[in-house]
């Protein structure tokens, strides 16, 4: 499949837990990896692999994939926090593929 | 420390070819497990991939903008470019380059360029 969904808009109350969710048919056999998108800025990967913080991503974002399904978990979310997320996985051939984005507002 | 940055026209015509580059330092497209990938974005839209080249030439493209597109690099120059022929106002987008990096469990575009925006319009 060349798809992933995610749910348009997601919030969050400050300093709550919260998941973001991701579902294809790639994830079958190509972790999920998670971007932040602030406005007007690039993409930051937060999230690779099985569940890989780059160098300078806070410890409270982790991301699991299991079957169709990943998730991105932001556990004591910040204001700073507030932002578009879209995962990213690959297809059979090796070709990337999006979501379609979910905004993150933190109340 | 890796950098990227695009580079091109902010202004295309409709039908025209659109010439981007991506201009790189911290790593070269010499070396095993690496690649230089193109994703735009239209204003308020979603990131959507187009065209990614490997450090052994292999190049790959979004199927439905494969006909329309070339993806090229120059390792002497630590440059990737990307053409986009026969233009619409619907590839007005930010267009960002992106290093793509084996990490062991996959290919993952670890670092991004700030984006330039390329508006399409007669």
């Known amino acids: 499949s060349s798809e992933l969904t995610q749910d348009p808009a997601v919030s969050v109350a400050l300093g709550q837990t919260v998941r973001i969710t991701c579902q294809g048919d790639?994830?079958?056999?190509?972790?999920a990896s998670w971007f932040q998108q602030k406005p007007g800025q690039a993409p930051l990967l937060v999230i690779y692999?099985?569940?890989n913080r780059p160098s300078g991503i806070p410890d409270r974002f982790s991301g699991s994939t299991s079957g169709n399904r990943g998730s991105l978990t932001i556990t004591g979310a910040q204001a700073e926090d507030e932002a578009d997320y879209y995962c990213?996985?690959?297809?059979?051939?090796?070709?990337?593929?999006f979501g379609g984005g979910t905004r993150l507002t933190v109340l | 420390q890796i950098t990227l940055k695009e580079s091109g026209p902010t202004l295309v015509k409709p039908t025209q070819t659109l010439t981007l580059t991506c201009t790189f330092s911290g790593f070269s497209l010499n070396t095993s497990g690496v690649g230089v990938g193109w994703i735009r974005q239209p204003p308020g839209k979603a990131l959507e991939w187009l065209a990614l080249?490997?450090?052994?030439?292999?190049?790959r493209y979004r199927p439905s903008l494969k006909s329309r597109l070339t993806i090229a690099k120059d390792t002497s120059k630590n440059q990737v470019v990307l053409k986009m022929t026969n233009v619409d106002p619907v590839d007005t987008a930010t267009y960002y380059c992106a290093f793509d990096h084996w990490s062991g469990y996959g290919y993952y575009f670890m670092y991004w360029g700030q984006g330039t925006l390329v508006n399409v319009s007669s």
């Open positions: 080249i490997y450090w052994d030439d292999d190049k």
């Open positions: 990213n996985s690959r297809d059979t051939s090796g070709n990337p593929l």
């Open positions: 692999g099985k569940n």
């Open positions: 790639s994830l079958r056999h190509y972790s």
